[in-house]
């Protein structure tokens, strides 16, 4: 289980998430094997990964962009909300390489807009705290172990929160820990 800290009434509200500029865009949900049959269970169909032992999803044409297959249109709602993938229950928070690609770290998408209003408030930096906690505990790590792939590319537009040592290290052991 994944705590989240943005309420859905803001989440459906909001046009951000789901929705990408172009089909190859670097931020569209990576999916393990296992989530790929679960939303396949819930609807998705095969095509929409190109890779079943673990991909990114395949976007399809939405507006002037393109769009998750599993986001409906007409209602605004993830179509597999329970059945979304580890990168999505995630959200706001992104986990990518610094901009050395020498240690993970996870960070604030800024363009989250419910993020940007409440990220320096002690319920947030609370929060930070238990995800970090969360994202290094080996039943987590060992996922973004297995599946280099869910550690996206450093972005600018990501604010740094905290350097992950345990995934660090087990993508790249001749790391030494510390701390930012
Ligand atoms: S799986 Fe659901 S939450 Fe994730 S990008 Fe697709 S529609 Fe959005």
Redesign the pocket.
């Known amino acids: 289980m994944i705590e989240q800290i943005v309420p859905s009434t803001i989440c459906f509200a909001c046009d951000v998430?789901?929705r990408f500029p172009d089909d190859t865009s670097p931020l569209r949900?990576y999916f393990t094997e296992e989530e790929i049959r679960a939303a396949m269970a819930a609807g998705v169909a095969p095509d929409a990964f190109p890779d079943h032992h673990g991909s990114q999803?395949r976007l399809v044409p939405h507006d002037e962009g393109y769009r998750?297959p599993?986001?409906c249109p007409e209602t605004g709602h993830?179509?597999?909300?329970t059945a979304?993938?580890l990168d999505?229950r995630l959200y706001p928070i992104a986990v990518m390489w610094d901009v050395e690609t020498q240690a993970v770290v996870m960070g604030w998408d800024s363009k989250c807009p419910f993020i940007r209003g409440t990220r320096e408030s002690p319920e947030s930096q609370m929060y930070v705290d238990r995800m970090a906690a969360r994202l290094e505990s080996p039943n987590i790590a060992d996922i973004f172990i297995e599946h280099p792939q869910l550690v996206g590319a450093y972005q600018d537009d990501v604010i740094i929160l905290k350097r992950l040592d345990t995934i660090t290290l087990g993508l790249r052991p001749s790391e030494k820990p510390r701390r930012p």
């Open positions: 998430c789901c949900p999803v998750c599993a986001f993830c179509g597999i909300y979304r993938p999505c």
